[in-house]
């Protein structure tokens, strides 16, 4: 099955710097890459996600890229604010068959503080 | 995000004891998840459904049960062989269209074991 591996575990920036989380898969048939972030106490949230037919998605302060070839795909975040703190989780799904539910594999998460 | 609700916030288990966790959505969603959050870990996938009277098996299904008799409900139950139940599980649903994919999340239910 499909194998996440997500990286930094832990990243401090200081507002207004960048933050870049990492994450590689295993599976090359997944074409699905969403990015949730979860608040302290609060429930899971889509921020962005990008197909596989496409190498770059921008939402704002908010970019994804994707490398099918290395398989690996990163979130960019630029002018980080302090409510960028959060912990971010990426994932990563294949197709499986159409109008079927998606089995995301999450990776591990990662902690951003964004100190004032 | 407040047509998911789970219940309740957090619970408590005693040894051999089985407990059931709540889901339910108002969104007409086909799909419903349920979710495994440990620390340090991502989510895993424990049990979903696609459509009601049918689930399928995630990869950390041992130990668990659930069913889908309405399209609007999705309990767990956390059977005596689950040994080590202790954990944040959250409850998800989305539509079934290619184009989006989007889960939607309760606001989770922390167990722990007496």
């Known amino acids: 099955g499909e194998n996440v591996e997500q990286h930094p575990s832990t990243l401090s920036v200081q507002e207004g710097d960048s933050a870049v989380i990492k994450c590689t898969y295993s599976?090359?048939?997944?074409?699905?890459f969403p990015w949730y972030k979860q608040e302290l106490g609060k429930r899971p949230q889509l921020i962005i996600d990008?197909?596989?037919?496409?190498g770059e998605k921008k939402d704002q302060r908010i970019a994804v890229t994707l490398n099918k070839t290395a398989k690996h795909f990163s979130l960019h975040i630029t002018e980080t604010q302090p409510e960028d703190s959060a912990v971010y989780f990426c994932?990563?799904?294949?197709?499986?068959?159409?109008?079927?539910?998606?089995?995301?594999?999450f990776g591990s998460g990662t902690q951003l503080t964004v100190l004032p | 995000d407040g047509g998911i609700t789970q219940s309740p916030k957090y619970l408590f288990r005693k040894e051999g004891q089985n407990v059931t966790l709540s889901c339910e959505q108002n969104?007409?969603?086909?799909?419903m998840y349920w979710y495994r959050q440990d620390p340090g870990q991502g989510l895993r996938l424990i049990y979903y459904?696609?459509?009601?009277?049918?689930?399928q098996k995630g990869d950390i299904a041992e130990g668990y049960s659930v069913s889908r008799e309405k399209k609007e409900s999705f309990p767990l139950t956390v059977t005596s062989a689950q040994k080590n139940p202790t954990a944040f599980y959250l409850c998800?649903?989305?539509?079934?269209?290619?184009?989006?994919?989007?889960?939607?999340f309760g606001s989770g239910t922390q167990l722990s074991v007496l």
């Open positions: 459904s696609q459509i009601v009277n049918d689930f």
């Open positions: 990008i197909r596989s037919n496409v």
């Open positions: 599976d090359s048939a997944s074409n699905y």
């Open positions: 994932a990563a799904s294949n197709p499986g068959t159409s109008g079927s539910a998606r089995q995301l594999t």
């Open positions: 998800a649903s989305s539509l079934l269209t290619s184009t989006n994919e989007k889960l939607f």
């Open positions: 969104l007409n969603h086909d799909a």
